[in-house]
Protein backbone atom coordinates (compact mmCIF):
# COMPACT_ATOMS: atom_id res chain seq x y z
CA UNK A 1 0.00 0.00 0.00
CA UNK A 2 1.25 3.47 -0.62
CA UNK A 3 2.62 5.37 2.28
CA UNK A 4 2.39 8.73 2.15
CA UNK A 5 3.92 9.23 -1.20
CA UNK A 6 6.77 10.98 0.53
CA UNK A 7 8.77 11.46 -2.95
CA UNK A 8 5.91 13.67 -4.13
CA UNK A 9 7.74 16.92 -2.67
CA UNK A 10 11.12 15.81 -3.72
CA UNK A 11 9.94 16.51 -7.37
CA UNK A 12 12.04 19.31 -9.39
CA UNK A 13 9.64 22.86 -9.63
CA UNK A 14 10.59 23.05 -12.54
CA UNK A 15 9.03 19.49 -14.08
CA UNK A 16 5.47 19.50 -15.06
CA UNK A 17 2.67 17.47 -14.57
CA UNK A 18 2.96 17.70 -10.21
CA UNK A 19 -0.95 17.33 -10.27
CA UNK A 20 -0.95 14.01 -12.65
CA UNK A 21 1.62 12.27 -9.41
CA UNK A 22 -1.78 13.72 -7.25
CA UNK A 23 -4.32 11.98 -8.93
CA UNK A 24 -2.46 8.58 -8.24
CA UNK A 25 -3.29 8.65 -4.77
CA UNK A 26 -6.75 9.72 -4.99
CA UNK A 27 -6.10 13.45 -4.14
CA UNK A 28 -4.36 13.04 -1.06
CA UNK A 29 -0.31 12.83 -0.10
CA UNK A 30 -1.74 10.92 3.14
CA UNK A 31 -4.21 8.21 1.67
CA UNK A 32 -3.01 5.04 1.62
CA UNK A 33 -4.07 2.76 -1.20
CA UNK A 34 -4.12 -1.16 -1.99
CA UNK A 35 -1.91 -1.70 -4.61
CA UNK A 36 -3.67 -5.29 -5.85
CA UNK A 37 -6.44 -4.85 -7.87
CA UNK A 38 -8.84 -7.55 -9.67
CA UNK A 39 -12.30 -8.24 -10.03
CA UNK A 40 -12.81 -4.21 -11.58
CA UNK A 41 -10.80 -2.47 -8.09
CA UNK A 42 -7.90 -2.31 -5.90
CA UNK A 43 -8.05 -4.94 -3.04
CA UNK A 44 -6.56 -5.06 0.25
CA UNK A 45 -4.95 -8.01 1.35
CA UNK A 46 -7.15 -10.13 3.66
CA UNK A 47 -5.21 -11.85 6.11
CA UNK A 48 -2.39 -10.52 8.21
CA UNK A 49 0.99 -10.68 6.09
CA UNK A 50 5.15 -9.31 6.73
CA UNK A 51 4.52 -6.16 4.13
CA UNK A 52 8.08 -5.51 2.09
CA UNK A 53 8.74 -1.83 1.89
CA UNK A 54 9.50 -0.52 -1.36
CA UNK A 55 12.30 2.29 -2.04
CA UNK A 56 12.56 5.44 -4.28
CA UNK A 57 16.17 4.63 -6.08
CA UNK A 58 17.09 8.55 -6.26
CA UNK A 59 16.80 8.99 -2.98
CA UNK A 60 16.79 5.80 -0.54
CA UNK A 61 13.32 6.78 0.74
CA UNK A 62 10.62 4.22 1.38
CA UNK A 63 8.27 4.84 -0.99
CA UNK A 64 4.98 2.35 -0.19
CA UNK A 65 4.75 -1.06 2.39
CA UNK A 66 3.80 -4.22 -0.28
CA UNK A 67 1.19 -6.63 1.39
CA UNK A 68 2.21 -9.76 -0.53
CA UNK A 69 -1.26 -11.76 -1.90
CA UNK A 70 -1.27 -15.30 -0.39
CA UNK A 71 -3.48 -18.48 -1.44
CA UNK A 72 -6.46 -16.88 -0.80
CA UNK A 73 -5.33 -13.63 -2.78
CA UNK A 74 -4.56 -15.56 -5.62
CA UNK A 75 -7.19 -17.82 -5.66
CA UNK A 76 -9.77 -14.61 -6.07
CA UNK A 77 -7.93 -13.14 -8.78
CA UNK A 78 -7.40 -16.46 -10.70
CA UNK A 79 -11.40 -17.13 -10.54
CA UNK A 80 -11.97 -13.27 -11.40
CA UNK A 81 -9.98 -13.94 -14.97
CA UNK A 82 -11.85 -16.76 -15.58
CA UNK A 83 -15.24 -15.19 -15.55
CA UNK A 84 -14.01 -12.55 -17.14
CA UNK A 85 -12.71 -15.27 -19.64
CA UNK A 86 -16.37 -16.67 -19.87
CA UNK A 87 -17.37 -13.59 -21.41
CA UNK A 88 -14.17 -11.98 -23.39
CA UNK A 89 -13.17 -15.30 -25.24
CA UNK A 90 -16.87 -14.71 -26.76
CA UNK A 91 -16.94 -11.33 -28.50
CA UNK A 92 -15.24 -10.67 -32.12
CA UNK A 93 -12.17 -9.66 -32.44
CA UNK A 94 -13.50 -6.32 -33.29
CA UNK A 95 -15.11 -6.14 -30.35
CA UNK A 96 -12.18 -6.59 -28.22
CA UNK A 97 -9.99 -4.18 -30.45
CA UNK A 98 -12.54 -1.30 -29.22
CA UNK A 99 -11.75 -1.89 -26.06
CA UNK A 100 -7.80 -2.34 -26.44
CA UNK A 101 -7.98 0.88 -28.44
CA UNK A 102 -9.38 2.73 -25.91
CA UNK A 103 -6.73 1.83 -23.56
CA UNK A 104 -3.74 3.05 -25.83
CA UNK A 105 -5.74 6.04 -25.85
CA UNK A 106 -6.11 6.88 -22.02
CA UNK A 107 -1.88 5.81 -21.88
CA UNK A 108 -1.25 8.82 -24.21
CA UNK A 109 -3.17 11.18 -22.30
CA UNK A 110 -1.78 10.20 -19.17
CA UNK A 111 1.75 9.57 -20.71
CA UNK A 112 3.49 11.47 -18.28
CA UNK A 113 1.99 10.99 -15.03
CA UNK A 114 3.12 7.22 -15.74
CA UNK A 115 6.19 7.71 -16.68
CA UNK A 116 6.94 10.12 -13.76
CA UNK A 117 5.93 7.50 -11.08
CA UNK A 118 7.71 4.78 -13.58
CA UNK A 119 10.94 6.97 -12.80
CA UNK A 120 10.23 7.18 -9.07
CA UNK A 121 9.51 3.61 -8.55
CA UNK A 122 12.61 2.48 -11.30
CA UNK A 123 15.69 5.03 -11.34
CA UNK A 124 15.45 5.27 -15.02
CA UNK A 125 15.58 9.01 -16.68
CA UNK A 126 12.20 10.85 -17.43
CA UNK A 127 13.40 10.22 -21.04
CA UNK A 128 13.65 6.71 -21.12
CA UNK A 129 10.45 5.97 -18.94
CA UNK A 130 8.29 8.23 -21.67
CA UNK A 131 9.41 5.96 -24.76
CA UNK A 132 8.85 2.60 -22.46
CA UNK A 133 5.49 4.39 -21.79
CA UNK A 134 4.89 4.77 -25.77
CA UNK A 135 6.03 1.25 -26.14
CA UNK A 136 3.03 -0.25 -23.83
CA UNK A 137 0.98 1.92 -26.34
CA UNK A 138 1.82 0.88 -29.56
CA UNK A 139 2.28 -2.76 -28.53
CA UNK A 140 -1.64 -2.51 -27.12
CA UNK A 141 -2.60 -1.18 -30.41
CA UNK A 142 -0.31 -3.33 -32.66
CA UNK A 143 -2.36 -6.23 -31.14
CA UNK A 144 -5.44 -4.37 -31.08
CA UNK A 145 -5.13 -4.05 -35.00
CA UNK A 146 -4.34 -8.10 -35.22
CA UNK A 147 -7.63 -9.14 -32.67
CA UNK A 148 -10.04 -9.11 -35.56
CA UNK A 149 -7.38 -11.22 -38.31
CA UNK A 150 -7.26 -14.12 -36.26
CA UNK A 151 -8.06 -17.14 -38.53
CA UNK A 152 -8.36 -20.79 -39.26
CA UNK A 153 -7.34 -22.58 -42.41
CA UNK A 154 -9.62 -24.35 -44.88
CA UNK A 155 -8.61 -27.84 -46.20
CA UNK A 156 -10.30 -29.49 -48.93
CA UNK A 157 -10.42 -33.33 -48.49
CA UNK A 158 -11.41 -36.32 -51.51
CA UNK A 159 -15.16 -36.76 -51.49
CA UNK A 160 -16.15 -33.59 -50.71
CA UNK A 161 -15.17 -33.75 -46.89
CA UNK A 162 -12.91 -31.16 -45.91
CA UNK A 163 -11.40 -30.09 -42.33
CA UNK A 164 -10.78 -26.53 -40.89
CA UNK A 165 -8.49 -24.96 -37.66
CA UNK A 166 -9.94 -22.90 -35.47
CA UNK A 167 -7.18 -20.58 -33.59
CA UNK A 168 -9.05 -20.78 -30.02
CA UNK A 169 -7.60 -18.68 -26.48
CA UNK A 170 -5.56 -20.34 -23.82
CA UNK A 171 -8.03 -19.34 -20.82
CA UNK A 172 -6.18 -17.77 -17.81
CA UNK A 173 -2.61 -16.72 -18.23
CA UNK A 174 -0.21 -15.56 -15.80
CA UNK A 175 2.51 -12.55 -16.40
CA UNK A 176 5.20 -12.68 -14.29
CA UNK A 177 7.16 -8.87 -14.87
CA UNK A 178 10.47 -7.86 -13.89
CA UNK A 179 11.55 -4.62 -12.50
CA UNK A 180 13.61 -2.84 -15.32
CA UNK A 181 10.37 -1.96 -17.57
CA UNK A 182 7.28 -2.71 -15.23
CA UNK A 183 4.86 -0.83 -16.80
CA UNK A 184 6.11 -1.76 -20.30
CA UNK A 185 6.38 -5.55 -19.88
CA UNK A 186 3.07 -5.57 -18.23
CA UNK A 187 1.27 -4.03 -21.54
CA UNK A 188 4.13 -6.55 -23.77
CA UNK A 189 2.42 -9.44 -21.86
CA UNK A 190 -1.23 -8.26 -21.41
CA UNK A 191 -1.66 -6.88 -25.35
CA UNK A 192 -1.57 -10.58 -27.23
CA UNK A 193 -3.38 -12.30 -24.17
CA UNK A 194 -6.22 -9.99 -24.56
CA UNK A 195 -5.91 -9.76 -28.11
CA UNK A 196 -6.58 -13.89 -28.57
CA UNK A 197 -9.38 -13.82 -26.14
CA UNK A 198 -7.57 -14.38 -23.00
CA UNK A 199 -7.57 -12.81 -19.47
CA UNK A 200 -4.63 -12.27 -17.29
CA UNK A 201 -3.25 -12.37 -13.88
CA UNK A 202 0.00 -10.22 -13.92
CA UNK A 203 2.42 -10.05 -11.23
CA UNK A 204 4.78 -7.49 -11.19
CA UNK A 205 8.40 -7.43 -9.63
CA UNK A 206 8.19 -7.02 -5.79
CA UNK A 207 10.71 -3.90 -6.32
CA UNK A 208 8.17 -1.98 -8.75
CA UNK A 209 5.16 -2.33 -7.95
CA UNK A 210 3.32 0.69 -8.56
CA UNK A 211 2.67 1.32 -12.46
CA UNK A 212 1.12 -2.37 -13.30
CA UNK A 213 -1.92 -1.50 -11.12
CA UNK A 214 -2.63 1.53 -13.18
CA UNK A 215 -2.20 -0.19 -16.18
CA UNK A 216 -5.41 -2.67 -14.70
CA UNK A 217 -7.51 0.91 -13.61
CA UNK A 218 -7.11 1.69 -17.27
CA UNK A 219 -8.36 -1.46 -18.73
CA UNK A 220 -11.26 -1.11 -16.15
CA UNK A 221 -11.72 2.21 -17.80
CA UNK A 222 -11.74 1.05 -21.61
CA UNK A 223 -14.42 -0.91 -20.98
CA UNK A 224 -12.75 -4.29 -20.59
CA UNK A 225 -15.30 -6.58 -18.54
CA UNK A 226 -13.96 -7.12 -14.58
CA UNK A 227 -11.56 -9.60 -13.98
CA UNK A 228 -10.18 -9.19 -17.33
CA UNK A 229 -6.52 -7.93 -15.68
CA UNK A 230 -5.72 -8.68 -12.80
CA UNK A 231 -2.54 -7.47 -10.92
CA UNK A 232 -1.02 -9.44 -7.44
CA UNK A 233 1.61 -8.66 -5.71
CA UNK A 234 4.11 -10.34 -4.25
CA UNK A 235 7.32 -11.73 -4.49
CA UNK A 236 8.37 -15.61 -5.16
CA UNK A 237 6.06 -17.31 -2.68
CA UNK A 238 2.80 -15.11 -4.87
CA UNK A 239 4.47 -16.41 -7.87
CA UNK A 240 4.20 -20.01 -6.58
CA UNK A 241 0.81 -19.86 -6.27
CA UNK A 242 -0.18 -18.42 -9.40
CA UNK A 243 2.32 -21.30 -11.45
CA UNK A 244 0.65 -24.15 -9.74
CA UNK A 245 -2.47 -22.81 -9.79
CA UNK A 246 -5.22 -25.75 -11.64
CA UNK A 247 -7.00 -22.40 -13.52
CA UNK A 248 -4.28 -21.40 -14.55
CA UNK A 249 -3.33 -21.87 -18.84
CA UNK A 250 -0.07 -20.32 -19.24
CA UNK A 251 2.72 -18.74 -17.76
CA UNK A 252 5.22 -15.63 -19.21
CA UNK A 253 7.69 -14.69 -17.73
CA UNK A 254 10.86 -11.83 -17.69
CA UNK A 255 13.25 -12.29 -15.47
CA UNK A 256 16.85 -14.10 -14.59
CA UNK A 257 18.29 -17.56 -15.63
CA UNK A 258 17.76 -19.41 -12.38
CA UNK A 259 14.32 -18.12 -11.62
CA UNK A 260 13.24 -19.36 -15.00
CA UNK A 261 14.05 -22.35 -14.60
CA UNK A 262 12.33 -23.03 -11.39
CA UNK A 263 8.85 -21.36 -13.45
CA UNK A 264 9.12 -23.85 -16.32
CA UNK A 265 9.72 -26.63 -13.71
CA UNK A 266 6.39 -25.52 -11.76
CA UNK A 267 4.85 -25.14 -15.00
CA UNK A 268 5.72 -28.92 -16.05
CA UNK A 269 3.12 -29.97 -13.29
CA UNK A 270 0.40 -28.98 -14.88
CA UNK A 271 1.74 -29.61 -18.34
CA UNK A 272 1.57 -25.68 -18.93
CA UNK A 273 3.08 -23.59 -21.95
CA UNK A 274 5.36 -21.10 -20.87
CA UNK A 275 7.35 -18.22 -22.41
CA UNK A 276 10.45 -17.34 -20.78
CA UNK A 277 12.34 -14.10 -21.63
CA UNK A 278 15.40 -14.46 -19.54
CA UNK A 279 19.13 -13.31 -19.52
CA UNK A 280 21.95 -12.73 -21.77
CA UNK A 281 25.93 -11.84 -22.22
CA UNK A 282 25.44 -10.46 -25.58
CA UNK A 283 28.10 -9.66 -27.93
CA UNK A 284 28.87 -6.69 -29.99
CA UNK A 285 30.87 -6.98 -32.83
CA UNK A 286 32.63 -3.87 -34.50
CA UNK A 287 34.87 -4.23 -37.23
CA UNK A 288 36.97 -1.71 -38.68
CA UNK A 289 35.41 -0.57 -41.49
CA UNK A 290 32.34 0.41 -39.23
CA UNK A 291 31.31 3.83 -39.50
CA UNK A 292 33.00 4.62 -36.01
CA UNK A 293 30.68 7.35 -34.83
CA UNK A 294 28.03 5.49 -35.32
CA UNK A 295 29.83 2.20 -33.60
CA UNK A 296 30.58 4.22 -30.48
CA UNK A 297 26.80 5.33 -30.68
CA UNK A 298 25.91 1.96 -30.57
CA UNK A 299 27.97 0.39 -27.48
CA UNK A 300 26.95 2.93 -25.59
CA UNK A 301 23.14 1.87 -26.44
CA UNK A 302 24.13 -1.09 -25.95
CA UNK A 303 25.54 -0.96 -22.42
CA UNK A 304 24.29 2.38 -20.86
CA UNK A 305 20.05 2.05 -21.58
CA UNK A 306 18.12 2.32 -18.05
CA UNK A 307 21.65 2.06 -15.89
CA UNK A 308 23.01 -0.62 -18.01
CA UNK A 309 19.64 -2.99 -16.36
CA UNK A 310 18.78 -4.26 -19.80
CA UNK A 311 18.40 -7.66 -20.54
CA UNK A 312 19.60 -8.01 -24.37
CA UNK A 313 22.35 -5.02 -23.33
CA UNK A 314 25.57 -6.20 -25.72
CA UNK A 315 28.00 -5.67 -22.91
CA UNK A 316 31.01 -7.77 -24.47
CA UNK A 317 31.97 -5.64 -27.07
CA UNK A 318 34.32 -7.39 -29.28
CA UNK A 319 36.57 -4.45 -31.42
CA UNK A 320 38.79 -5.16 -34.49
CA UNK A 321 42.35 -4.95 -33.07
CA UNK A 322 42.98 -2.05 -35.81
CA UNK A 323 40.54 0.60 -34.30
CA UNK A 324 40.67 -0.32 -30.88
CA UNK A 325 42.66 2.65 -29.65
CA UNK A 326 40.48 5.60 -31.72
CA UNK A 327 37.25 3.50 -30.64
CA UNK A 328 38.55 2.97 -26.79
CA UNK A 329 39.41 6.86 -26.58
CA UNK A 330 35.82 8.17 -27.63
CA UNK A 331 33.78 5.60 -26.03
CA UNK A 332 35.37 6.71 -22.73
CA UNK A 333 35.60 10.34 -23.43
CA UNK A 334 31.64 9.72 -24.06
CA UNK A 335 30.73 7.26 -21.02
CA UNK A 336 32.15 10.16 -18.45
CA UNK A 337 30.07 12.86 -20.21
CA UNK A 338 27.12 10.79 -19.18
CA UNK A 339 25.00 13.05 -17.19
CA UNK A 340 23.83 11.25 -13.78
CA UNK A 341 21.44 12.81 -11.40
CA UNK A 342 18.15 13.02 -10.31
CA UNK A 343 16.00 11.08 -13.22
CA UNK A 344 13.37 13.52 -12.84
CA UNK A 345 15.33 16.42 -14.75
CA UNK A 346 15.26 16.33 -18.30
CA UNK A 347 18.82 16.84 -18.46
CA UNK A 348 19.53 13.58 -17.05
CA UNK A 349 21.05 10.52 -18.87
CA UNK A 350 22.08 8.17 -16.18
CA UNK A 351 19.45 7.59 -12.86
CA UNK A 352 20.41 5.50 -10.01
CA UNK A 353 20.32 1.55 -10.36
CA UNK A 354 17.04 -0.15 -8.62
CA UNK A 355 18.12 -1.01 -4.93
CA UNK A 356 20.95 -0.93 -2.74
CA UNK A 357 21.89 -4.80 -2.59
CA UNK A 358 21.63 -4.64 -6.82
CA UNK A 359 24.21 -1.49 -6.74
CA UNK A 360 26.79 -3.42 -4.66
CA UNK A 361 26.45 -6.06 -6.42
CA UNK A 362 27.12 -4.12 -9.75
CA UNK A 363 30.10 -2.90 -7.88
CA UNK A 364 31.30 -5.91 -6.74
CA UNK A 365 31.71 -6.95 -10.49
CA UNK A 366 33.58 -4.39 -10.91
CA UNK A 367 35.97 -5.08 -8.20
CA UNK A 368 36.24 -8.67 -9.01
CA UNK A 369 37.08 -7.67 -12.87
CA UNK A 370 39.97 -5.97 -11.71
CA UNK A 371 41.36 -8.30 -9.23
CA UNK A 372 41.29 -10.88 -12.58
CA UNK A 373 43.52 -8.27 -14.41
CA UNK A 374 40.92 -5.67 -16.22
CA UNK A 375 41.96 -2.33 -16.50
CA UNK A 376 39.24 0.55 -15.86
CA UNK A 377 39.45 3.14 -18.02
CA UNK A 378 36.73 5.17 -15.98
CA UNK A 379 33.94 4.44 -13.59
CA UNK A 380 32.68 1.85 -11.85
CA UNK A 381 32.68 3.73 -8.55
CA UNK A 382 29.83 5.22 -6.41
CA UNK A 383 28.44 8.07 -7.02
CA UNK A 384 26.81 10.92 -4.78
CA UNK A 385 25.08 13.89 -6.53
CA UNK A 386 25.48 17.05 -5.77
CA UNK A 387 21.49 17.48 -4.69
CA UNK A 388 21.69 16.69 -0.93
CA UNK A 389 18.17 15.22 -1.25
CA UNK A 390 19.95 12.51 -3.72
CA UNK A 391 22.51 11.56 -1.51
CA UNK A 392 21.08 8.33 0.03
CA UNK A 393 20.08 7.21 -3.66
CA UNK A 394 22.10 3.98 -5.49
CA UNK A 395 24.29 6.10 -7.93
CA UNK A 396 27.41 4.71 -9.62
CA UNK A 397 29.03 6.00 -12.76
CA UNK A 398 28.94 4.07 -15.52
CA UNK A 399 31.86 1.91 -16.26
CA UNK A 400 34.64 0.92 -19.10
CA UNK A 401 36.87 -1.89 -18.88
CA UNK A 402 39.76 -2.72 -21.07
CA UNK A 403 42.67 -5.72 -21.34
CA UNK A 404 39.46 -8.12 -20.69
CA UNK A 405 39.93 -11.88 -21.26
CA UNK A 406 37.12 -14.49 -22.49
CA UNK A 407 37.33 -15.83 -19.10
CA UNK A 408 36.72 -12.91 -16.56
CA UNK A 409 34.30 -12.99 -14.76
CA UNK A 410 32.77 -9.79 -15.96
CA UNK A 411 32.80 -11.43 -19.64
CA UNK A 412 31.09 -14.22 -18.50
CA UNK A 413 28.60 -13.31 -16.19
CA UNK A 414 25.85 -10.96 -16.62
CA UNK A 415 26.71 -8.13 -14.76
CA UNK A 416 23.42 -5.92 -15.12
CA UNK A 417 24.52 -3.07 -14.63
CA UNK A 418 26.46 0.24 -16.81
CA UNK A 419 29.78 -1.83 -17.01
CA UNK A 420 31.13 -2.43 -20.71
CA UNK A 421 33.64 -4.86 -21.44
CA UNK A 422 35.74 -4.11 -24.42
CA UNK A 423 37.73 -7.16 -26.06
CA UNK A 424 39.76 -7.07 -29.17
CA UNK A 425 39.99 -9.58 -31.89
CA UNK A 426 41.79 -9.82 -35.29
CA UNK A 427 39.18 -12.35 -37.77
CA UNK A 428 35.89 -12.64 -38.33
CA UNK A 429 36.09 -16.73 -37.98
CA UNK A 430 37.85 -15.40 -34.29
CA UNK A 431 35.02 -13.10 -33.24
CA UNK A 432 32.44 -15.85 -34.23
CA UNK A 433 33.98 -18.26 -32.29
CA UNK A 434 34.10 -16.28 -29.20
CA UNK A 435 30.74 -14.26 -29.30
CA UNK A 436 28.88 -17.70 -29.13
CA UNK A 437 30.82 -19.20 -26.80
CA UNK A 438 28.48 -18.74 -23.70
CA UNK A 439 25.48 -20.40 -22.36
CA UNK A 440 22.86 -17.71 -23.43
CA UNK A 441 21.70 -16.24 -26.50
CA UNK A 442 19.06 -13.06 -26.58
CA UNK A 443 20.89 -10.93 -28.38
CA UNK A 444 23.74 -9.90 -30.57
CA UNK A 445 24.87 -6.90 -32.91
CA UNK A 446 27.91 -6.25 -35.62
CA UNK A 447 29.28 -3.05 -36.75
CA UNK A 448 30.22 -2.73 -40.34
CA UNK A 449 29.87 -1.11 -43.96
CA UNK A 450 30.09 -4.61 -45.64
CA UNK A 451 26.76 -5.92 -45.78
CA UNK A 452 27.62 -9.04 -47.03
CA UNK A 453 29.64 -9.44 -44.23
CA UNK A 454 27.03 -8.54 -42.22
CA UNK A 455 24.42 -10.62 -42.95
CA UNK A 456 27.21 -13.63 -43.03
CA UNK A 457 27.96 -12.86 -39.21
CA UNK A 458 24.45 -12.94 -38.40
CA UNK A 459 23.37 -15.81 -39.89
CA UNK A 460 26.06 -17.70 -37.71
CA UNK A 461 25.51 -15.55 -34.38
CA UNK A 462 23.74 -18.03 -32.01
CA UNK A 463 21.09 -15.83 -30.98
CA UNK A 464 17.16 -14.76 -31.01
CA UNK A 465 17.40 -10.97 -31.49
CA UNK A 466 20.25 -9.46 -33.85
CA UNK A 467 21.03 -5.89 -34.81
CA UNK A 468 23.34 -4.39 -37.95
CA UNK A 469 24.77 -1.15 -37.70
CA UNK A 470 22.23 -0.44 -34.26
CA UNK A 471 21.25 -1.54 -31.12
CA UNK A 472 18.96 -2.49 -28.74
CA UNK A 473 15.78 -1.34 -31.05
CA UNK A 474 12.69 -3.02 -30.27
CA UNK A 475 10.01 -2.33 -32.36
CA UNK A 476 6.57 -4.02 -31.63
CA UNK A 477 5.93 -5.20 -34.87
CA UNK A 478 8.82 -8.10 -34.54
CA UNK A 479 9.60 -11.07 -32.51
CA UNK A 480 12.04 -10.64 -29.45
CA UNK A 481 13.19 -13.44 -27.65
CA UNK A 482 15.98 -15.59 -26.77
CA UNK A 483 18.21 -18.51 -28.16
CA UNK A 484 19.81 -21.43 -25.65
CA UNK A 485 19.39 -20.37 -21.57
CA UNK A 486 18.08 -16.99 -22.70
CA UNK A 487 14.43 -18.36 -22.91
CA UNK A 488 11.21 -20.06 -24.82
CA UNK A 489 9.13 -18.36 -27.04
CA UNK A 490 8.48 -14.84 -28.06
CA UNK A 491 7.06 -11.19 -27.46
CA UNK A 492 5.94 -8.91 -29.80
CA UNK A 493 5.17 -9.38 -33.74
CA UNK A 494 2.64 -11.61 -35.49
CA UNK A 495 4.40 -15.18 -34.09
CA UNK A 496 3.44 -14.34 -30.35
CA UNK A 497 -0.40 -14.81 -31.32
CA UNK A 498 0.49 -18.50 -31.25
CA UNK A 499 2.19 -18.37 -27.86
CA UNK A 500 -1.14 -17.27 -26.51
CA UNK A 501 -3.71 -19.68 -28.67
CA UNK A 502 -3.73 -23.30 -29.35
CA UNK A 503 -5.02 -24.75 -32.88
CA UNK A 504 -8.58 -26.82 -32.94
CA UNK A 505 -8.82 -29.40 -35.76
CA UNK A 506 -12.34 -30.55 -36.99
CA UNK A 507 -12.75 -32.52 -39.49
CA UNK A 508 -15.93 -32.98 -41.86
CA UNK A 509 -17.44 -35.62 -43.59
CA UNK A 510 -19.81 -35.19 -46.57
CA UNK A 511 -20.18 -38.93 -47.08
CA UNK A 512 -20.77 -42.29 -45.23
CA UNK A 513 -18.18 -43.58 -43.33
CA UNK A 514 -16.06 -46.09 -44.44
CA UNK A 515 -15.78 -48.50 -41.96
CA UNK A 516 -13.59 -51.61 -41.29
CA UNK A 517 -15.78 -53.36 -39.30
Known amino acids: MLRGLAWFSRRPAAAPAAAALRSVSTGSLDITIPLNFWAGKRRAVQEKCKKESVYEPATGRILCDLEPCGAVEVDQAVNA ?49 RLDVDSARLCIEYYAG ?3 TLAGQHVQLPGGSFAYTRREPLGVCVGIGAWNYPFQIAAWKSA ?41 QGGQETGSLLCHHPDVAKVSFTGSVPTGMKIMEMASKGVKPVTLELGGKSPLIIFQDSDLENAV ?42 SIGDPLLESTRMGPLVSRPHLDKVLSFVDQAKKEGATVLCGGEPFAPSDPKLRGGYFMTPCVLVDCTDDMTCVKEEIFGPVMSVLSFETEEEV ?32 GSCFINNYNITPVEVPFGGYKMSGIGRENGQVTIEYYSQLKTVFVEMGDVDSLF
Not at 434 to 459: I, S
Open 81 to 129: AKSAFDYWSKMSGMERARVMIEAAHMIESRREEIAEMEVVNNGKSITEA
Open 146 to 148: LAS
Open 192 to 232: PALACGNSMVFKPSPVTPLTAVLLAEIYAKAGAPEGLYNVV
Open 297 to 338: RGALMANFLSQGQVCSNGTRVFVQRDIMPEFVEEVVKRTQAI
Open 432 to 463: LQRANNTTMGLAAGVFTRDVRRAHRVVEQLKA
